[in-house]
Nanobody, 122 residues
Framework: QVQLVESRGGSVQAGGALSLSCAASRNPYSSICMGWFRQSPGKEREGVAVICTASGNSLYADSVKGRSTISQDNAKNMVSLQMNSLKPEDTAMYYC???????????????WGQGTQVTVSS
């Protein structure tokens, strides 16, 4: 079993910045991709950003592109998400996930963290 532990989220004002990190207890795949997803009440879970360890290639949702940066620490099986210029619509529960492919579809990720709340006030 793989455990993913996210750092605590937080509350910020619009325009502010926040960084999230996630550590995996182990790497279940020869080439792992780790990503961030978010879900707001009444909405489906959506992909935010994903990065793959072997290639270092990343993928971002259009909604966060240019405002967010995903990075990895392969030695520690960790992934971080730096979010800048936050908007109220970024408010959601954010989840870390691990999978095998560089997709933003939640169904492609097998392992999930418990989630951490990010609230952006206007």
């Amino acid at each position: 079993q793989v455990q993913l532990v996210e750092s605590r989220g937080g509350s910020v004002q619009a325009g502010g910045a926040l960084s999230l990190s996630c550590a995996a207890s182990r790497n279940p795949y020869s080439s792992i991709c780790m990503g961030w997803f978010r879900q707001s009440p009444g909405k489906e879970r959506e992909g935010v950003a994903v990065i793959c360890t072997a290639s270092g290639n990343s993928l971002y949702a259009d909604s966060v592109k240019g405002r967010s940066t995903i990075s990895q620490d392969n030695a520690k099986n960790m992934v971080s998400l730096q979010m800048n210029s936050l908007k109220p619509e970024d408010t959601a529960m954010y989840y870390c996930a691990a999978g095998r492919y560089r997709f933003l579809n939640p169904t492609d990720f097998r392992y999930w963290g418990q989630g951490t709340q990010v609230t952006v006030s206007s």
